[in-house]
């Protein structure tokens, strides 16, 4: 008697599972144990909560807090939960999916003060003034302020690729409706982008964060000025006051674009047990020679930081404004497949070419010591990056300044519609301040001006 053979699919099979199973073990044998008697003690008390809390608690949440309460280890580190994700996700990259308007509330109503360029809205025809009064049926006429506030901005917001159906007013037409796809849309980070003074070809542009982009979208608005007919790009002034910072990688990319060779920044991880460094890179430096001048104050941080104190250790910019906030540390952010949580945590510290490290919380603890002996840049005593010219801006100058940065721009088609609305309900047409409303703005020119004489 002969023993039957066994198919050739089932060897297959149990290989591909023993495998899977070797996988799985690796995996989840990673995983750093809670240590005892911490991961006791929170399974306890977690049941003794839902079981005796004199109200009712959602454990979800009560582990989310827990979690959270755990991240925060500094300033900057943190938990994110599935309910704070999109919002997260809108803050550290710039992209949301809606209809693209920028919106207007007031006692009377709600109005499209401009609808972002190329958006959903934009290509529906809606225009600066449009009166929104109604969202998928519902009248916003009839509801409180507040409330029409909260249903105009949370319904007009949604999924890319679905549909919302508004009704609009427009002076005296009659009422009618409009269906907009929404659609995935991009904040823009480089922002007023204009000339200062043509005739001299001194230029500003200002950088609202570092999203994925900033650097290109720079490099374009540049290559537009100095491409104009009749002009010639002869100096600039960067603006980076109210720039919490972003993505470390833009940061350089645009240092790169001023330094043509050295060190721009480094990075420490724990115990200084990895040193990274990120240097110039003579190909990819497009404005070598362009006087430069960088405005700054203290919510200038992180990437915004990164550039201006490495522009300001190879002395190739001038730093106007006031000392910066002083963040010298690097975040990541952290996602695991098919979870719904992410995790920012700090990573490592960064330091200039100089040596400097700028954090304030080290400065706080006295460790105000630079790691290398040929820093020669001076540093405020809070941390941060000191200006070569202090320009101090507060109160309602600053606040001033603050909105017109903030404010969104605005397509050449729509500008005459805008600057009409905006004068008919004695509302300020979006644009930056002038220098003679801007004394930060006002003192970089100068310095401007004195780096361009020749």
Same mark, same amino acid.
């Not at 009560?62 to 938990?79: F, Q, T, V």
């Not at 950088?207 to 650097?215: K, N, Q, S, Y």
């Given at each position: 008697?002969?023993?039957?053979?066994?198919?050739?699919?089932?060897?297959?099979?149990?290989?591909?599972?023993?495998?899977?199973?070797?996988?799985?073990?690796?995996?989840?044998?990673?995983?750093?144990?809670?240590?005892?008697?911490?991961?006791?003690?929170?399974?306890?008390?977690?049941?003794?909560?839902?079981?005796?809390?004199?109200?009712?608690?959602?454990? /979800?949440?009560?582990?989310?807090?827990?979690?959270?309460?755990?991240?925060?280890?500094?300033?900057?580190?943190?938990?994110?939960?599935?309910?704070?994700?999109?919002?997260?996700?809108?803050?550290?990259?710039?992209?949301?999916?809606?209809?693209?308007?920028?919106?207007?509330?007031?006692?009377?109503?709600?109005?499209?003060?401009?609808?972002?360029?190329?958006?959903?809205?934009?290509?529906?025809?809606?225009?600066?003034?449009?009166?929104?009064?109604?969202?998928?049926? /519902?009248?916003?006429?009839?509801?409180?302020?507040?409330?029409?506030?909260?249903?105009?901005?949370?319904?007009?917001?949604?999924?890319?690729?679905?549909?919302?159906?508004?009704?609009?007013?427009?002076?005296?037409?009659?009422? =009618?409706?409009?269906?907009?796809?929404?659609? /995935?849309?991009?904040?823009?980070?480089?922002?007023?982008?204009?000339?200062?003074?043509?005739?001299?070809?001194?230029?500003?542009?200002?950088?609202?964060?570092?999203?994925?982009?900033?650097?290109?979208?720079?490099?374009?608005?540049?290559?537009?000025?100095?491409?104009?007919?009749?002009?010639?790009?002869?100096?600039?002034?960067?603006?980076?006051?109210?720039?919490?910072?972003?993505?470390?990688?833009?940061?350089?990319?645009?240092?790169?674009?001023?330094?043509?060779?050295?060190?721009?920044?480094?990075?420490?991880?724990?115990?200084?047990?990895?040193?990274? =460094?990120?240097?110039?890179?003579?190909?990819?430096?497009?404005?070598?020679?362009?006087?430069?001048?960088?405005?700054?104050?203290?919510?200038?941080?992180?990437?915004?930081?990164?550039?201006?104190?490495?522009?300001?250790?190879?002395? =190739?910019?001038?730093?106007?404004?006031?000392?910066?906030?002083?963040?010298?540390?690097?975040?990541?952010?952290?996602?695991?497949?098919?979870?719904?949580?992410?995790?920012?945590?700090?990573?490592?510290?960064?330091?200039?070419?100089?040596?400097?490290?700028?954090?304030?919380?080290?400065?706080?603890?006295?460790?105000?010591?630079?790691?290398?002996?040929?820093?020669?840049?001076?540093?405020?005593?809070?941390?941060?990056?000191?200006?070569?010219?202090?320009?101090?801006?507060?109160? /309602?100058?600053?606040?001033?300044?603050?909105?017109?940065?903030?404010?969104?721009?605005?397509?050449?088609?729509?500008?005459?519609?805008?600057?009409?609305?905006?004068?008919?309900?004695?509302?300020?047409?979006?644009?930056?301040?002038?220098?003679?409303?801007?004394?930060?703005?006002?003192?970089?020119?100068?310095?401007?001006?004195?780096?361009?004489? =020749?």
């Amino acid at each position: 008697m002969t023993q039957a053979r066994l198919p050739l699919w089932f060897l297959v099979a149990n290989w591909v599972i023993v495998f899977l199973a070797f996988v799985l073990g690796v995996t989840l044998g990673r995983r750093t144990p809670l240590p005892d008697p911490q991961s006791t003690a929170l399974q306890l008390v977690y049941e003794e909560i839902e079981r005796s809390y004199v109200d009712r608690v959602d454990g /979800a949440e009560l582990l989310d807090r827990a979690i959270g309460a755990m991240a925060r280890l500094d300033d900057y580190s943190r938990y994110v939960p599935k309910s704070e994700v999109a919002q997260f996700v809108e803050e550290t990259t710039g992209s949301y999916d809606g209809i693209g308007v920028v919106l207007h509330f007031a006692d009377d109503g709600v109005f499209v003060r401009t609808p972002i360029e190329g958006g959903p809205g934009d290509r529906a025809g809606l225009e600066p003034g449009d009166r929104i009064v109604a969202v998928d049926g /519902a009248r916003l006429d009839a509801m409180a302020s507040d409330e029409r506030a909260r249903l105009a901005q949370d319904r007009l917001r949604g999924p890319s690729g679905s549909k919302v159906t508004i009704a609009i007013l427009r002076g005296a037409e009659p009422e =009618r409706e409009v269906q907009i796809e929404r659609a /995935a849309l991009q904040k823009r980070s480089v922002k007023w982008t204009q000339w200062l003074d043509r005739d001299r070809g001194l230029a500003y542009s200002h950088l609202a964060d570092f999203h994925v982009g900033v650097a290109k979208a720079l490099q374009a608005d540049l290559d537009a000025l100095r491409n104009e007919p009749g002009a010639r790009l002869q100096g600039l002034v960067l603006d980076l006051r109210f720039d919490l910072g972003g993505n470390l990688d833009e940061a350089i990319a645009i240092a790169r674009m001023f330094v043509r060779e050295g060190n721009l920044v480094s990075m420490r991880r724990r115990d200084s047990e990895v040193l990274e =460094r990120f240097d110039a890179d003579a190909t990819k430096c497009t404005f070598p020679d362009l006087p430069l001048v960088l405005l700054v104050n203290e919510s200038s941080a992180s990437a915004s930081e990164v550039l201006a104190g490495a522009l300001q250790d190879h002395d =190739r910019a001038r730093i106007v404004g006031e000392a910066t906030y002083g963040k010298g540390v690097v975040n990541t952010i952290y996602e695991w497949k098919d979870l719904p949580f992410r995790l920012k945590l700090t990573t490592a510290r960064y330091f200039t070419p100089k040596g400097r490290n700028l954090d304030r919380g080290r400065h706080r603890n006295g460790d105000t010591a630079r790691e290398t002996s040929d820093a020669t840049q001076s540093e405020p005593s809070g941390g941060g990056v000191a200006p070569d010219r202090a320009a101090p801006l507060e109160g /309602a100058a600053e606040e001033s300044v603050r909105s017109a940065l903030a404010d969104f721009m605005v397509a050449a088609r729509h500008r005459e519609a805008i600057l009409a609305w905006s004068e008919s309900r004695s509302l300020r047409a979006p644009g930056i301040l002038s220098p003679n409303e801007d004394p930060q703005l006002a003192a970089a020119l100068d310095e401007l001006r004195k780096a361009t004489v =020749r």
